[in-house]
């Protein structure tokens, strides 16, 4: 069995992302929260690098030991926070000490974050390098690189990045329209792990949602997920609105069976294992619906 095969067995259908950033929890309250929802049934858990103090993998380091037979995924691990060489070791060593059950998400971020290093925001050519700089660490040691890595990829050229020098592509924060297109470019061989937001609500719960988040985008310039919606033929209306097409394919919204079908669609087009995101208001109302939705979704 290839490790991508492999992988895929591991995950399953569903698992959770948490937002690390701003909820950013107490260390145990988040060993809880990991263990109640790998109790429940959730094949992974996913969080990202917060920007608080916390270091991400000795972040992960900590839930591994804590939280047994649940595969953690980092979603992103950001190439300005460390040197790739540095991202292959710590990767490394948490698939060595706990193997099968850690998957590093790789992303280029945003161009404040490079404006903050005082680099160009040029991320396909960043993102190509770092992924040499870690395969060094392989050149230079006998030991495997025994993790899958995916790019947290929206276009076409990180896409085909994803699928030529990664082992997949982890998309954020894109409609459901993106997963057909992101398969299309990644072929059949390769993992699609998709974020999802979802709402236990009405339709305009959502659009207030992704009112937000919009705004969000719009202050710190973060261009990618605006120009990737526009790649899928959403216009400058739909995110102004934002329309009933745009708040749709971006929120899965609805009760639980309705969210749980939709999810069921969005397998069908061609994701791999789905990761579900509450818009919830706190860390802990976050994990509490993730439960209540745990016996419809998981099944």
């Not at 260390?27 to 270091?55: H, K």
């Not at 209540?292 to 099944?299: C, F, W």
């Amino acid at each position: 069995m290839t490790l991508i095969e492999d992988t895929r067995a591991r995950l399953g259908a569903i698992g959770a992302w948490l937002p690390s950033a701003p909820l950013d929890p107490p260390p145990d309250v988040e060993r809880a929260a990991t263990r109640r929802l790998a109790e429940l049934g959730y094949r992974s858990i996913w969080s990202g690098e917060a920007s608080g103090p916390r270091e991400l993998f000795a972040q992960f380091g900590d839930l591994l030991a804590s939280v047994p037979d649940v595969v953690l995924g980092a979603g992103i691990a950001n190439v300005w926070a460390r040197p790739g060489r540095t991202a292959a070791k710590g990767a490394i060593t948490l698939a060595r000490a706990h193997p099968g059950r850690f998957v590093l998400g790789v992303g280029v971020g945003h161009a404040f974050q490079a404006a903050k290093q005082g680099e160009p925001y040029r991320p396909v050519d960043r993102m190509r390098a770092y992924l040499a700089e870690m395969a060094t660490v392989v050149a230079e040691n006998p030991v495997p690189m025994a993790f899958p890595r995916v790019l947290a990829a929206v276009g076409p050229k990180m896409l085909a990045l994803s699928r030529d020098h990664a082992d997949g592509a982890h998309p954020f924060a894109q409609p459901v329209s993106h997963t057909p297109y992101a398969r299309e470019i990644l072929g059949p061989d390769k993992l699609l792990i998709p974020q999802q937001t979802m709402l236990l609500g009405g339709r305009e719960d959502a659009r207030e949602h992704v009112r937000r988040g919009i705004a969000q985008s719009r202050e710190h310039q973060v261009r990618a997920y605006l120009a990737g919606w526009k790649r899928l033929g959403y216009t400058e209306a739909d995110i102004d609105g934002p329309s009933d097409r745009l708040v749709d394919d971006l929120v899965l919204w609805g009760d639980a069976p309705t969210i749980a079908k939709r999810l069921g669609e969005l397998r069908d087009a061609g994701a791999d294992h789905e990761l579900l995101t509450p818009s919830a208001a706190t860390f802990e109302s976050t994990v509490d619906v993730l439960a209540e939705l745990a016996p419809e979704v998981l099944r």
